[in-house]
Structures are given as structure tokens and as C-alpha cells.
């Protein structure tokens, strides 16, 4: 009998679902480790990274032939060992495309309409203008990785009149880009926009991506967004920046160390707005991952054709 070992708590309903695709299959789901742990070494499909997974699914004498990460990104994981042992990886992404666009807008309108400054002012019971100027109409935003998320943020970008400009590997055209380059142009794009917005995964063409050179080709005017990865980001040439008003500020929702240090300079600055790496945090998590990513593969995964939901190329990291 094959095995389906999901490590998170999922809903009823859900469960009852996946056991209609594999009515002859054993399914054990549940969060707490104690749960799952025993029955990995013998599990032909695993929903959701755990540590456990290297010690007992990467051995000889595992069975399992596919993973279905719980997040997005896959930077984290064993992708070297996955592919040797020829394990399909599938990934969340695209289950973030409404949360993180939200908060990606979140922090663009805060640093434009200066909400996070009215914020302190209210702590303080203080009652000022604080210099409130800008608007977000009309303005050019440059998105870093048009995928999911980045094809998401540029539709909302829409409804502000916003020009889009997209960059990502193939420079193919995406609905609500205005107009597309390739990663080669990126310091072609970065001049042009008010805000530059990264969506990326991390991989070792975009660690250190944004650097000293990056800042310097961005308008003093533009503000920087970032909830891809940390690692994208050199975060002392970015700190630099923002000190020697290279640029106007940032949102960051990304570190390369989190969480962030508590003596960490960018805390400190009135033009930085920072969350904990919460962006892609939502109420439709789950239904997302199991419902319409996990399920619609699993069909096709029992009829043996191929996974059409989010295979990740291990040539690319992503």
C-alpha cells in the first residue's frame, strides 16, 4: 500500500478530498511530529519540508518520489540530493500572489502617504504635517521577477495608473507590464522608477543581486521594496544607501539574518518600514496548497502523467 504523509494540520473536508484521489492509499496528516515521523521512510509522496525528511527520506532505501513543499521558496532544501535521488519537487508557489501584493501596496502607500511617520505621531500624541507630499498615481514601478506575485502587483499597479516595468530571465510579455527586459537590463530599468519592487527567489544568479551599483543607478526619489529573499540584497551597501539618501527609503518584510539583529542600523531609520517576514501570511493558506495546488497534481500524479502545478527545475533553483 502507498503511503501520503502530509506534515500540517489540514481540514476535514480536505482530507476527505485527497482520499477520494487515493482511496487505496494510507494518508497520514497532523502537525506534531509524532504524528508523521515514523511512517516517512516508507512514504511514496511527503506534503510539507521538514528536517526529518533529509535523515529519513534522501537514504537508499526510501520511497519517496515526490515532495510538495509548504512555502514557495525552495532555497532551503537539499535540491542537490532531491535530484540525484530523481524525487520531483513541487513547489506553494503562486499561493502568495493576493497577500503579498497587498503588502507590497501596504508599503509603498505607507511610505508615500507617510503613514508609518502618523503612526509615531499618534504615539506621541503629536499633531504635524510631516512634510506629506507624494502621491503614488501616475508614478513608474519596476518589478523584479515577474512571476505569481510580481504579475499580481502589476495588475494592482494598474488601478493606480501606474506605468509598469517588468523584468525577469526570458523578458516574455506579461499581462499589465507595459513594458518587459530581461535580467541582462536590469540597470536599464532602475533608473526609470519611483518604486523598484523584488519578488525573486533566491538562487545564485540573485544572491547579492541588489548591491552599491543597483542604488546608485536608482533615482535619490525612489523608494525600494523587498519580500523575495534577504540574501537578494547586500544589506550594508543597502543600509549605506539609505544613510547617504541614495534613495528615498524601503520596505523590507526580508533579512539576510532573521530575525533582524536588535542593533541592526535598520531599525533605526524614519524611512524604512520593516515586517517580520510575515508578507505571504494569509487565512487561505492551506486551502491553497492542498486544494489548489496538492489535489490537482495528486490526479494527475495517480494517472500517471506528469505534475502540471509549480515542478521546480533544479537547474534553475526554482
Not at 482511496?23 to 504524528?35: K, Q
Not at 530523481?86 to 513547489?91: F, V
Request: aromatic letters at 8%.
Amino acid at each position: 500500500m502507498s503511503k501520503l504523509v502530509i506534515t500540517q494540520n489540514i481540514e476535514p473536508s480536505q482530507l476527505t478530498n485527497i482520499k477520494k484521489v487515493v482511496p487505496d492509499w494510507e494518508v497520514i496528516a497532523g502537525r506534531d511530529s509524532s504524528v508523521w515521523l515514523d511512517h516517512l521512510q516508507n512514504a511514496e509522496v511527503v506534503v510539507g519540508w521538514k528536517k526529518e525528511i533529509s535523515e529519513k527520506c534522501l537514504q537508499l532505501d526510501s520511497k519517496l518520489k515526490w515532495l510538495q513543499s509548504w512555502s514557495a521558496g525552495v532555497n532551503s532544501m537539499p535540491l542537490q540530493s532531491l535530484e540525484e535521488r530523481h524525487i520531483q519537487l513541487t513547489s506553494a508557489n503562486g499561493v502568495h500572489a493576493y497577500p503579498i501584493s497587498e503588502t507590497i501596496f501596504a508599503l509603498m502607500l505607507g511610505l508615500t502617504r507617510k503613514i508609518h511617520t502618523y503612526v509615531r505621531n499618534q504615539q506621541e500624541k503629536k499633531w504635524h504635517h510631516s512634510g506629506l507630499k507624494l502621491e503614488i498615481h501616475e508614478k513608474t514601478i519596476g518589478i523584479i521577477g515577474v512571476g505569481a506575485i510580481g504579475k499580481e502587483t502589476a495588475k494592482l499597479a494598474k488601478a493606480f495608473g501606474m506605468k509598469v516595468l517588468g523584468v525577469r530571465n526570458s523578458g516574455k510579455d506579461v499581462e499589465f507590464v507595459d513594458e518587459m527586459y530581461t535580467s541582462t537590463q536590469i540597470h536599464e530599468v532602475l533608473p526609470q522608477c519611483d518604486y523598484v519592487v523584488v519578488t525573486l527567489p533566491l538562487t545564485k544568479e540573485t544572491q547579492h543581486l541588489f548591491g552599491k551599483e543597483e542604488f546608485k543607478a536608482m533615482k535619490p526619489s525612489s523608494f525600494f521594496i523587498n519580500i523575495g529573499r534577504g540574501e537578494i540584497v547586500k544589506e550594508d551597501e543597502l543600509i549605506e544607501a539609505l544613510r547617504s539618501e541614495e534613495i528615498a527609503g524601503a520596505g523590507l518584510d526580508v533579512f539576510t539574518k532573521e530575525p533582524l539583529e536588535e542593533d541592526s542600523p535598520l531599525w533605526d531609520f524614519e524611512n524604512v518600514i520593516i515586517t517580520p517576514h510575515t508578507s505571504g501570511s494569509t487565512e487561505h493558506y492551506t486551502k491553497r496548497v492542498i486544494d489548489d495546488i496538492f489535489i490537482p497534481n495528486l490526479k494527475s500524479y495517480v494517472a500517471g502523467n506528469p505534475l502540471p502545478l509549480n515542478l521546480v527545475d533544479y537547474k534553475k533553483g526554482y
